[in-house]
């Protein structure tokens, strides 16, 4: 590489619940720069979240970080070319683009849901992830499956 690595940015928590992941998550829900919004939509949904689960003991925030868990991938396919050939090589994803994915797919597939407003597509995709099911887990699902099915060109990992 010619130049040096750019500094990593350091986010700053969110104002209710202290936490930088809540932060990440609403700088990836964001659009044209609205923040407010996003943190408005996050909240609204987490509210929702609480009303629909409340014989669940977890606080709602603890149901979102379960789950972001239960969407995020361990292992992803990256194309690699050896010898005029075009392999799909499965290789390990680093924490911070875990954590990225998972969020991305979350937002992704609570955008593409059926409902009045984003607060609710977004509950009801975190609440579909809690229980295991949902279009970003099974693009979890794929993802570990593809890797599974090219595990014979794992050697070929860089």
Known sequence: MRKAKPK???????????????????????????????????????????????????????????ALDNITPQVEVKSRRIGGATFQVPMEIRADRKESISMKNMIIFARKRGGKGMADKLAAEIMDAFNNQGGAFKRKEDMHRMAEANRAFAHFRF
């Open 8 to 66: 990593k940015r350091v986010v700053l928590p969110d104002p209710v619940f202290n936490d930088e992941k809540v932060s990440k998550f609403v700088n990836h829900l964001m659009f044209d720069g609205k923040k407010n919004a996003s943190y408005e939509i996050f909240y609204a949904a987490l509210e929702t979240v609480k009303a629909k689960m409340a014989n669940e003991e977890k606080s709602a925030l603890d149901i979102w970080k379960q």
